[in-house]
């Protein structure tokens, strides 16, 4: 990254020297911040996956959007709804990216004659490239072979018996602006000899529907994934065709959450417009469902894995998950790389070896706090972590706007660093200070939010930690499904709870020391459990536990 800048301010300076035009054009090219998400296979376990951010700088020059049959009518009328009330904030993303350099490349399917005079449209057809052609093909990926398609749409995925499949559209939505600087076509063969005859390498995918066009045409995601593009989804500029009484049965929008999750498994990642409007990402008005922000950032009990988990298990109840991931930001190069701290970014998949010298990111950064704003839930399973003070005063705005917390173990000291915190000019500050030059941290949050007075934890015992219900707790709602269960975590300290307004329901049994409250709900809508091993998620009170927190929570909030 830093190099890029060095590069950048080189060819500046060399610019200014020779005078020319082109190789100032160079110079006023800034990198698009792309901050992507995908799952992939844990590494900890098998058969488990991991959610992982990486940031990105692209060269806008580099990138091209494509619009997947964002139809002026579709023979369905409920999809011809939503097709009209994304294309305005599509047109507002699009716009942002022409002025950023990047290609618009316009690709409503069957439509085409509409814009053969159009010299957006006589500019697609100038390349042609056989290798690339044989490439422009939209099925199944090898990557595809044992998964499961998330939904059912052998109905074509209408949810209104009145609407029969015929060729309704004649155009592209009149709502997105078309230019002469733009590309029309919807021939994958055209679309990829123009990027390799232009240097494009990044493809962004928006448009209708994820489960059929955007995925399967020429042009789409697998086929721009076949010609070794650096394709994504732009998640929250999609929609799916699916009717809610076809299997599995859920939600409209949780289809489309699946059908995300199946392309950032098997296909590639996704993004949200966020990273080009700088505003929070899109959500349809018909999407009613709670919406869950779930904040994690920490490398020992595998919240990375768990927590996407139990998201899935969410969306299957209607319940819509965004991720805030701790992604380290590649920071000061070093050669003498702390070896936990390599393994941790390991662990999210961060390269750690940049040209010969380990590159010691900072992990303090958290990515997507956008969707603290429109969160009726915030789950927080994050690890001594400092964040940039503007990052952090989205969280205490959350927290101040009263809306619920569920605290998971170590969100106890989830932003307090200790001795971690990267520093100006290089090195750490001190354990015995509280914050650095650069960020902030917010030690009180245990205290403060969650009523926590953590101070430590038992050792690591082989027999684990007895949990029981406090007697007369037995018939709390958080408590449904939840008996007395042995865990395999080592059991925190947090006596004695300094709130009056905190009401314990587990309690957590080690021999030879006094018993220590493991869960309880502060206040209203807080509940902080100090459980949350990764083995904890496979017993089965342990899970009711964490369900019914969500569902309790989420009532707290209405
Ligand atoms: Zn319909």
């Known amino acids: 990254m830093r190099k890029d800048l060095l590069k950048l301010m080189l060819s500046a300076v060399l610019a200014i020297f020779a005078g020319t035009l082109t190789a100032r054009k160079d110079v006023t090219v800034e990198p698009l911040r792309i901050s992507t998400q995908q799952r992939v296979p844990s590494e900890l376990e098998k058969g488990s ?49 022409r002025d950023k350099g990047v290609k618009i490349v316009h690709a409503p399917s069957d439509c085409i004659d509409f814009y053969k005079n159009h010299p957006a449209r006589k500019a697609a057809t100038k390349y042609k490239d056989k290798k690339i052609a044989a490439l422009a093909d939209g099925s199944k990926l090898p990557s595809e072979k044992d998964a499961k398609w998330p939904v059912d749409q052998s109905d074509e995925g209408c949810e209104n018996r009145d609407c029969k499949p015929h060729k309704a559209w004649s155009r592209q939505i009149e709502t997105l602006s078309v230019t002469d600087k733009d590309l029309i076509s919807d021939s994958g063969a055209e679309i990829g000899a123009y990027f390799k005859k232009t240097g494009i390498k990044n493809v962004i995918l928006v448009g209708v529907h994820t489960n059929m066009c955007v995925i399967g045409r020429s042009f789409g995601l697998r086929a721009m994934k076949r010609m070794g593009m650096n394709v994504v989804l732009m998640r929250d500029m999609t929609d799916l065709m699916y009717n809610h009484e076809m299997s599995p049965f859920v939600d409209h929008f949780s289809g489309l959450d699946l059908m995300v999750e199946y392309i950032e498994t098997y296909v590639c990642p996704s993004i949200v417009s966020t990273d080009f409007t700088g505003k929070k990402q899109f959500a349809f008005k018909g ?83 956008q969707i603290l704003e429109d ?176 569902d309790y929570l989420l009532k707290s909030n209405k």
């Open 49 to 97: 996956l991991t959610v992982t951010n990486t940031i990105e700088n692209w060269n806008p020059t580099q990138t091209a959007i494509i619009i997947c049959d964002m139809w002026d009518k579709h023979w369905c009328n409920d999809a011809t709804a939503r097709v009209g009330e994304i294309a305005p904030a599509m047109n507002e993303v699009l716009t942002i990216a």
């Open 287 to 369: 999407d009613r469902r709670p919406r869950v922000a779930i904040l994690t950032a920490e490398s020992e009990y595998r919240a990375n894995q768990r927590l996407p988990e139990f998201a899935h298990d969410l969306t299957l109840k209607n319940i819509h998950c965004d991720f805030a991931l701790g992604i380290p930001i590649m920071g000061d190069v070093k050669k003498d790389a702390d070896e936990k701290l390599k393994a941790e970014y390991a662990a999210y998949g961060m390269p750690i070896d940049t040209d010969g010298k380990t590159a010691i990111p900072t992990r303090h950064n958290l990515e997507n706090l």
């Open 375 to 550: 969160a009726g839930l915030a789950i927080v399973f994050i690890r001594r972590r400092a964040l940039e003070s503007e990052k952090m005063q989205a969280i205490k705005n959350y927290v101040a706007s009263g809306r619920p917390v569920l605290g998971i173990r170590t969100a106890s000291h989830a932003f307090d660093a200790k001795g971690n915190v990267p520093r100006e000019g290089g090195g750490i500050v001190a354990a015995t200070e509280n914050t650095s030059d650069m960020l902030a941290q917010w030690p009180e949050f245990d205290n403060d939010v969650l009523g926590g007075n953590y101070h430590g934890h038992y050792g690591h015992l082989k027999t684990g930690t007895d949990v029981s219900l406090v007697p007369g707790m037995e018939n709390h709602p958080v408590l449904k499904g939840v008996s007395k269960f042995n865990s395999p975590n080592w059991l925190y300290q947090n006596s004695p709870l300094r709130s009056s307004k905190i009401t314990v329901l587990l309690t957590g049994s080690n021999p030879g020391v006094p018993d220590e409250p493991v869960a309880w709900i502060n206040g209203k809508n807080v509940i902080y459990t100090s459980l949350g091993h990764w083995d904890d998620w496979k017993i089965e009170s342990f899970r009711n536990l964490m369900f019914n927190s969500i």
